[in-house]
Antibody, heavy 115, light 107 residues
């Protein structure tokens, strides 16, 4: 059974940084692209970044230059380094398995950016 | 970026009803479209991929159709567990985009 478990969310001041992690199990992690999708409170879903198994990355314009996606295929973990955070980044952040459609999702971790 | 527009935004229906949700893309995306179901406080769940392929384990009352710029998600007979918000998502380009969502409410 595929399991994705996010961690690292919390309250951060505007301009601050946070690093999210997503521990994966139940599949051959290195063989699959992984993605991050976020959802602001009461809003819809927004794709923000994807990374292939070999490390090719893509970012949404809203986070490009501020967020960095990476992965550790030895320890089956996906990361999202978030810098220069603003209140508009407040959301639940989900990691998801896949590059095109996302067939498995974690439970999400809440990031709140507020002074 | 490709814009995805869903209609309606909210839909009121009864158990047993046939329900159809439409998703339109701002440019052709071939069949690179997925549908998700999301319940409050829960992660989204993949229902349909490549416009019409049913994800494993998803009930057969769910079906998807369309190609190019117009797509539909149909629930043939609405069940109590189906009251939720539904999102379409295109993956024709590296920059994936979602529709704004359609909330299916109890009539």
């Amino acid at each position: 059974e595929v399991q994705l478990l996010e961690s690292g969310g919390g309250l951060v001041r505007p301009g601050g940084s946070l690093r999210l992690s997503c521990a994966a199990s139940g599949f051959t992690f290195s063989s699959y692209a992984m993605s991050w999708v976020r959802q602001a409170p009461g809003k819809g879903l927004e794709w923000i970044s994807s990374i292939t198994g070999s490390g090719t990355t893509h970012y949404a314009d809203s986070v490009k230059g501020r967020f960095i996606i990476s992965r550790d295929n030895t320890n089956n973990t996906l990361f999202l380094q978030m810098n220069s955070l603003s209140p508009e980044d407040t959301a639940v952040y989900y990691c998801a398995k896949g590059w095109g459609s996302f067939d498995s999702w974690g439970q999400g971790t809440l990031v709140t950016v507020s002074s | 970026d490709i814009q995805m527009t869903q209609s309606p935004s909210t839909l009121s229906a009864s158990v047993g009803d046939r329900v159809t949700i439409t998703c339109r893309a701002s440019q052709s995306i071939s069949s690179w479209l997925a549908w998700y179901q999301q319940k409050p406080g829960r992660a989204p769940k993949l229902l349909i991929y490549e416009a019409s392929s049913l994800e494993s384990g998803v009930p057969s009352r769910f079906s998807g159709s369309g190609s190019g710029t117009e797509f539909t998600l149909t629930i043939s007979s609405l069940q109590p567990d189906d009251f939720a918000t539904y999102y379409c998502q295109q993956y024709d380009t590296y920059f994936k985009t979602f529709g704004q969502g359609t909330k299916v409410e109890i009539k």
